[in-house]
Structure formats: C-alpha cells, structure tokens
C-alpha cells in the first residue's frame, strides 16, 4: 500500500501531523508493506526568495490578527507538539520560501533519503534556533548531507533553479486535481484521503480500512493450462 502525503516545511501541523501518522504506522500490523511517499505544497508560493519575515508578523498580517492572538496560537501550538513528543519553538521563528526544500526533497527521493531530508528540515524550522531560511542555500546544503546525501550534489541542485521544479509543480497540480487546498494531506492508494494532523487513532483507521479495501487478485484460470512452478514444469500430455 501507498501513502502519499502532502505537506510544506513551514506548516507546524504538516510536523505535528507527520508524527501522528508515523505514531498510527508504527502500531499497524502491514507497515512494513506501506511504502511513504512525501508530496509537494506551498503554503506560500508566491514569497520571492530571500523575503523572510518574523512568523508573528506573518500570521498578524496573513490573518489580520493581533500578534499576542497570533502569539497565543504558536503557544497552543507548541503544547500540541509537546504531546507529541516534538520540540517546538513558539517565539522568534521566521518565515520564507520554501521551493528550494520541495526542489531538495525530490532531489533526496531518488536516493532514498527523503524521509530522513523533511524530518531534518522540520526539526530545523520548528525547534532550532537557527534560521531556515535567512541563512541561504548553505544552511539546505548542511541539513541535506546530515540527511545523508552528499553535499557537493545537493549544492548542484540548489544551484540550478531548474532542477526538480517540474516536479514540484507537478506535485502542486495533483493535489489541487485531487481537492487538496491545505496539508497536511493524505492519500492512501489512491482510494481514501485523510485532511489535516488527526488524531493518530483516525490514521490508524484509515490505514485498517484502507488495507481492507485493496482488491484480491482474480485468477482467470480454466485448469487446463501449463505452468512452471517450484517443482518443476508441467509436461504436456498426449
């Protein structure tokens, strides 16, 4: 089974939610057969590079609230985080664009460290104090080796705003095709979706069902027909 999921390293419940689901995974009998697929989102994709401003001065602007509103929510936020076990700043965080990550993530799926590279920038952007984003491309660079990958590539890639952009996009159209307007998102086999950081019982039904769901192979087979199998070849009679 398939679970895709599509997230943006600067939604805290993208992180929050990532833990819920992994919580729900871990218990569930056939995770070793679930293969986990991580999908691009842009929470703000129209931010030019380099624009990064204070996560309270987003949020006041974005949701035209007060920033001790906007401050009372990345508190509660903060304690949702901590019930998870997860390290969460609730001040001085800032805020950017985050295409470069979605490009590096492609970049880390085909080698296998794409798991390894979103956990690592989540931790960066969630519970460290240094910056993700006012940093530039060598703090990426930095996070992409500790992720495993090699740095002199990742680099390349962060160097050539080309790279991987189509699969972003390509990401981005898909989920507004499969109705996704916010993330967390997940899909499992294309068959059942699961919107936002639900509780991990609700990830655990979904995977059951899910599982449940997945169609048995018909065998069309008229008991005639030869075949070879681990004793050997059956040998035609006359």
Known sequence: MRVEIW???????????????????????HRDQ????????????G?????VQPVLAMLSKKYGMSEAQAQSGEENLGA????????????DRDHGNTFDMHRLLHFA???????EL?????????????SLFAE???RLVELAAEAGLDAEAARAVLADPARYADEVRADEREAAQL???GVPFFVLDRAYGVSGAQPAEVFTQALTQAWGARSPLKLIDDGGAQACGPDGCAVPQQ
Request: aromatic share 10%; net charge negative; proline share 4%.
């Open 109 to 115: 799926k085909e080698h296998g460290r794409q798991d």
């Open 7 to 29: 997230s943006d390293i600067a939604c805290p419940w993208c992180y929050v939610g990532k833990a819920r689901f992994e919580k729900a995974l871990e218990a569930f009998p």
């Open 34 to 45: 679930v293969e986990v697929v991580h999908r691009s989102f842009e929470l703000d994709p």
């Open 179 to 181: 109705g996704a307007n």
């Open 47 to 51: 931010r030019a590079k380099g624009d």
């Open 118 to 130: 979103i956990q690592i920038l989540y931790r960066a952007n969630f519970a460290e104090e240094r």
């Open 136 to 138: 530039g491309d060598e």
């Open 80 to 91: 949702q985080a901590a019930a998870e076990g997860l390290d969460y700043r609730t001040r």
